[in-house]
């Protein structure tokens, strides 16, 4: 039934739109934007000439047809608002993709919570954590949540083979792959908080370990869905690099502990995929002063600037020219009324 609702796509998507939407996207991930907040959009709608439904996560995770018509619901919308979201798909199974790798069983939520899946931390503790690091890097199995990622991205492929205007025009991005810390967090569980001051050497074992599975798994990816060069579209949003690393981990601990746990295998990451952002959730101000001395750090994306002093954050971030990508309009505006300087790298909705 997937035809029905590509075709309609085919039909509204125009190229020059699409076109002027990206180039204002390139400008202000260059630089070349000046501004107090961007916040670009489409130069003109195209409404829907169908219906289109709504896909339950629950409903997509072992159907590759629904995942798509979900994520392509997105798309549909973005044309008929006239937003200025790229027009973006991915495979979407949530945080557990790599953990599913070494053996991490899934935690799926009710239904009507329309939520994706996390995964339970391995039983067993710091044994099983070392039983990990002896066993090294893991298969990409077809029967694991990894594969499954890897197989959604070639279904994608074959889907929009047909579109053409579909294909040049929707970006298959990269999937929710974490950070190393966020995926040593939900292997270990919240035992690791305790357990990395009685055991850092096995903590950078783990680590390591994560760090080469990502890459590798990241290749595979971009066999799949090559990246564009120097710049990549994440959650319909540009960025300069290639990869969208996750640090929600990181509230929890010190900066002393950041710059030793976390900050060597991002960089790892920003180095081996030529560069990215970074998203976190809640308190980063107490770590961000690192972030703009990263090699290849263009932006960053986070999702609860009340839990931070801003002023800390536009220091270290625009007055750095690393961008901040998806903050909410209120925490931007705010700024601006009091005086405060975006330098022209605030991206808002």
């Known amino acids: 039934m997937i035809e029905q609702y590509l075709q309609d796509l085919e039909e509204r998507l125009d190229p020059a739109v699409e076109e002027e939407l990206l180039a204002a996207w390139t400008d202000f991930t260059e630089g070349r934007w000046q501004g107090g907040i961007f916040s670009p959009r489409r130069s003109a709608a195209a409404p829907a000439g169908r219906d289109w439904p709504h896909v339950l996560v629950d409903d997509t995770l072992d159907d590759f047809e629904l995942m798509a018509l979900q994520q392509l619901e997105g798309c549909s919308a973005a044309l008929e608002q006239a937003s200025g979201a790229i027009m973006a798909v991915r495979a979407n199974y949530g945080t557990s993709i790599l953990p599913s790798l070494f053996g991490a069983e899934l935690f799926i939520m009710d239904r009507d919570t329309d939520t994706l899946p996390t995964s339970w931390p391995l039983a067993g503790g710091v044994e099983t954590i070392r039983q990990l690091v002896e066993r090294g890097v893991p298969d990409f199995a077809p029967d694991t949540l990894g594969g499954r990622t890897l197989a959604m991205g070639r279904y994608f492929n074959d889907l929009f083979a047909s579109y053409p205007k579909v294909r040049q025009h929707v970006h298959v991005y990269h999937p929710d792959l974490q950070g190393p810390m966020d995926i040593c967090e939900l ?136 961008r901040i990508i998806g903050l909410p309009r209120q925490t931007a505006q705010e700024a601006l009324t009091a005086g405060r300087d975006l330098r022209g790298g605030v991206h808002c909705w």
């Open 187 to 322: 292997l270990w569980g919240s035992s690791l908080f305790l357990d990395i001051v009685d055991e850092p050497e096995l903590a950078r074992d783990l680590l390591a370990l994560i760090t080469a599975t990502y890459e590798r798994f990241l290749d595979a990816w971009h066999e799949i869905a090559p990246p564009v060069p120097e710049r990549a579209v994440h959650w319909s949003m540009q960025h300069r690099g290639a990869i969208m690393l996750r640090d929600d981990s990181a509230m929890n601990f010190s900066p002393a502990m950041f710059e030793e746990f976390i900050e060597p295998y991002d960089q790892q990451l920003l180095d081996r995929f030529g560069g990215g952002a970074i998203h976190f959730c809640g308190r980063g101000e107490h770590y961000i002063h690192r972030l703009p001395a990263m090699r290849g750090l263009h932006a960053i994306n986070m999702s609860q600037p009340e839990y931070n002093d801003m002023e800390t954050i536009y220091r270290n971030t625009v007055d750095r020219d690393v």
